[in-house]
């Protein structure tokens, strides 16, 4: 295998928690008293995904293709972009390897999610689920994701050129 046509991403997106929205992580809906503040769903797994795949594929970032100033984007879902991302992906002469990812929160607890946030995520983006990586961790209450202000998360992406 040529190693010239394999690119590396890295992503990462924050959002602060906020009442009256729904939480969703990874393309899913995760019952909670707080929810994430942004234009879109704020999903802060599947923008950081995008992230990393868009910086892999040298195609800038997330805000560049699907800016907040545009009202097309208001409300739309991480599955939604994610899929749209995976278009440019291709359509650049990508293809995924494959994502590993992190989420860090201290509340709610996300490890009975991630089977179904790896799930949501291979679908959107027409790839196996072995070949998303999801993980979550806590800051044993230290920064503002300890302080259970926002959650953020990080992402790594790994594309070949076909």
């Known amino acids: 295998m040529d190693l010239t046509c394999l690119r590396i991403g890295t992503g990462y997106d924050v959002h602060k928690l906020v009442k009256g929205r729904e939480l969703i ?3 899913v809906d995760i019952p909670y008293e707080f929810g994430l503040l942004g234009h879109s769903d704020a999903d802060v797994l599947a923008h950081a995904i995008i992230d990393a795949l868009f910086g892999a594929a040298y195609l800038s970032d997330i805000g560049t293709n699907f800016p907040d100033t545009d009202e097309k984007y208001k409300d739309i879902s991480g ?3 994610l899929i749209a991302a995976n278009k440019k992906i291709i359509a650049a002469g990508y293809r995924i ?3 590993d990812s992190v989420v860090i929160a201290q509340k709610p607890k996300l ?8 799930k949501k995520i291979a679908e959107a983006l027409n790839i196996e689920s072995s070949l998303v990586s999801v993980k979550a961790k806590t800051e044993e209450g230290l920064g503002f994701t300890g302080a259970e202000l926002g959650i953020a998360a990080q992402a790594t992406a790994l594309l070949m050129k076909v």
């Open 25 to 27: 992580i990874g393309c």
């Open 79 to 81: 599955s939604e972009l």
């Open 97 to 99: 390897i494959n994502i």
């Open 111 to 118: 490890m009975p999610y991630i089977p179904l946030m790896q």
